[in-house]
């Protein structure tokens, strides 16, 4: 079965510091796995995506996860936090069957 | 409380025709969000409802692709000559709308479309 846990569900950091959400999946077979972002009154953004190619994946602004198999974990960093990343952010795996099975969102506040 | 439902959970139709997705947010939801997702790929946003504003359509893949909502409730999508490429699971997601801060969404379990 699969199912993915994000760790927090809020998250408060200072702008310019680094970012960490983290996520850990469970899948039976080898999973395709998914950062979202959502800002407030906008659809889903796709930030990366992790299909069994390269295990660090580098996503749009600044943010890159790391797909770890033996800690079965995909978090998602960035180096230095802009006020602009403050929104709500999806941890979200795919089976083979394309079901996909969502974290239930960190909220990620930042402070100026 | 009832979470957001779709229907049919899995549709099979061939090339050419037309379907209906019909989903039901949850109630007092006045956002409402459909996305695309094909075998492999992520979320893809199709369409935005919120209250009586003007949809935000900018997603549409194509003029095949249209979408309705009754006020604050039921929402259909439809899909026109369908192609082949039209094949993916497309998922409802609703909200409570609130202006400024973060809108959680909420969303359905999806339809499950194949084109033959």
């Known amino acids: 079965a699969q199912s993915v846990t994000q760790l927090d569900s809020h998250v408060s950091v200072s702008e310019g510091t680094p970012v960490l959400l983290r996520c850990n999946y469970s899948s039976s077979y080898s999973p395709s796995l998914f950062w979202y972002v959502q800002h407030p009154n906008k659809g889903l953004q796709l930030l990366l995506k992790?299909?069994?190619?390269?295990?660090l994946v580098k996503g749009i602004n600044g943010f890159e996860a790391e797909f770890k198999k033996s800690e079965t974990s995909f978090h998602l960093t960035k180096p230095s936090a802009h006020m602009s990343d403050a929104a709500e952010y999806f941890c979200?795996?795919?089976?083979?069957?394309?079901?996909?099975?969502f974290g239930t969102g960190t909220r990620l506040t930042v402070i100026p | 409380g009832a979470g957001v439902s779709q229907s049919p959970s899995n549709k099979v139709t061939e090339k050419g025709k037309d379907v209906e997705l019909r989903c039901d947010p949850i109630s007092g939801h006045t956002a409402l969000y459909w996305y695309r997702q094909r075998l492999g790929q992520g979320l893809e946003f199709l369409i935005y409802?919120?209250?009586?504003?003007?949809?935000?359509k900018s997603g549409l893949p194509s003029d095949r692709f249209s979408a309705e909502r009754t006020g604050e409730s039921v929402s259909t999508l439809t899909i026109q000559r369908t192609q082949q490429e039209d094949s993916a699971v497309y998922l409802c997601a609703s909200s409570l709308g609130s202006s400024g801060g973060i809108d959680t969404q909420y969303f359905g379990p999806g339809t499950r479309l194949t084109v033959l």
């Open positions: 992790y299909t069994s190619a390269a295990t």
């Open positions: 409802f919120q209250g009586n504003s003007a949809p935000d």
């Open positions: 979200v795996v795919s089976d083979q069957g394309n079901n996909l099975f």
